[in-house]
């Protein structure tokens, strides 16, 4: 069993930035691929960044230039770095992590966007 907690969410002006944490109750290297994926009011969840066990990272095109996925392992944490933050970034941020043992993901947290 692993559990996911979010936090670094909030309000912030257009063209801030903000970073996100999440920390994972056991070692994410058990991880295949961790991510952050967000949900804007309305709309479908959907794929903000990839980082996988080898440290490669994909994103939407959407988020490409703008946010970085990164990890610390000896933290069991997983971070998503955002900047040049739009009115349409704003949404619940969720992480997730795929390994052996299922699918997780966390509770999720808000992020706002001031235009």
């Known amino acids: 069993q692993v559990q996911l907690v979010e936090s670094g969410g909030g309000l912030v002006q257009s063209g801030g930035s903000l970073r996100l944490s999440c920390v994972a109750s056991?070692?994410?290297?058990?991880?295949?691929?961790m991510g952050w994926y967000r949900q804007a009011p309305g709309k479908q969840r959907e794929l903000a960044a990839l980082i996988n066990s080898g440290g490669s990272t994909n994103y939407a095109d959407s988020t490409k230039g703008r946010f970085t996925i990164s990890r610390d392992n000896a933290k069991n944490t997983v971070y998503l770095q955002m900047n040049s933050l739009k009115a349409e970034d704003t949404g619940v941020y969720y992480c997730?992590?795929?390994?052996?043992?299922?699918?997780?993901w966390g509770q999720g947290t808000q992020v706002t966007v001031s235009s």
């Open positions: 056991r070692s994410i290297l058990s991880m295949y691929q």
């Open positions: 997730r992590g795929i390994g052996l043992q299922g699918d997780y």
